[in-house]
Structures are given as C-alpha cells and as structure tokens.
C-alpha cells in the first residue's frame, strides 16, 4: 500500500476515533496531493502520488509548521505552538527515519576520501563535498548535520 493511500485510510481511522487533531493534519496533507495531481494533470478519481512525491510534499508541510513554531514561539502564542507541535508529530510519523551523525560520518570520510585523490581539498570543497554527500543520502538525513559533519572533517 502507498503512503498516499495510508493516508486516506488514516483519515478513516481519524473519523472514526474522532481524533479532531489527527483529521485536520491528515486532510490538510490530503489536501496537498490532490494539488499536486491536479497540477500534474493527474485523474484524481483512483489515482494515488508515488511515494517519492508524497514524502517531498509531507517534508515541505513539516518545514513550514517548523516555521509557524519559530513565530508563535516569537509572539507569545503558546496555544498555536502546542497546536502546531501535535501536528508537527502526525506529519514527521511518516517520514523516514534519518541517519545519525555517525552514519553521515561514514559516508562523508568516504566521499572526502575520493574526493582527495583528485586534488587537494579545502574550505572551498565544504559546499561540493555537502552537496554530493546530500545527493547521495536523498533525503535519508538533514542537511544542517550533514553540513556540521562536512566541516568538522574538511576543518581538523
């Protein structure tokens, strides 16, 4: 079963428990692929996104409740913060797990030692080097680790 139809199976569940929370995050992403399949020109009527899609479109929803935290956080909303951090928790239950510092560590000191064989290598290679090691990992790990192993490999 596709995530997109898990989905759509969970909004059921939803219903039925009338968990109020869980049904609004789960049509709102709804929502998101029947966008997307519109504007793909997708027919809606059976058709579900593939997973890669689906994951882009959750991890996009995921940034921007991260977002919305920041600045509820920032204007004294503590209501809206908790709302939006229970919905933050339904949508990151779908993503993948991501890979530890450690396990980024393995395949940066790989990368940077391929890397060494065609030259020399210095801050300048941060960028590149984060960039191949990110392409490689699709998706599997967050930048911003990816970026901290990098530099503390390309900088000791």
């Not at 560590?105 to 290679?125: H, I, W, Y």
């Amino acid at each position: 079963m596709s995530l997109h139809q898990t989905i759509k199976e969970q909004i059921k569940e939803a219903l039925r428990a009338k968990d109020a929370i869980r049904l609004d995050t789960l049509r709102g992403l709804n929502a998101l692929f029947q966008n997307e399949m519109l504007a793909q020109k997708v027919p809606i009527s059976g058709e579900f996104l593939p997973d890669d899609k689906v994951l882009v479109l959750i991890k996009r929803s995921v940034n921007q409740h991260k977002d919305s935290i920041k600045q509820f956080e920032t204007g004294n909303r503590s209501d809206l913060v908790q709302k939006e951090k229970a919905e933050l928790t339904i949508l990151e239950s779908f993503l993948p797990a991501m890979m530890s510092r450690e396990q980024i560590d393995v395949v940066a000191v790989q990368k940077l030692e391929s890397l060494k064989k065609a030259g020399p290598v210095d801050q300048k290679m941060i960028g590149k080097l984060t960039g191949v090691i990110m392409k490689e990992l699709a998706g599997k790990a967050d930048g911003n680790d990816v970026k901290a192993v990098v530099e503390g490999l390309v900088i000791s």
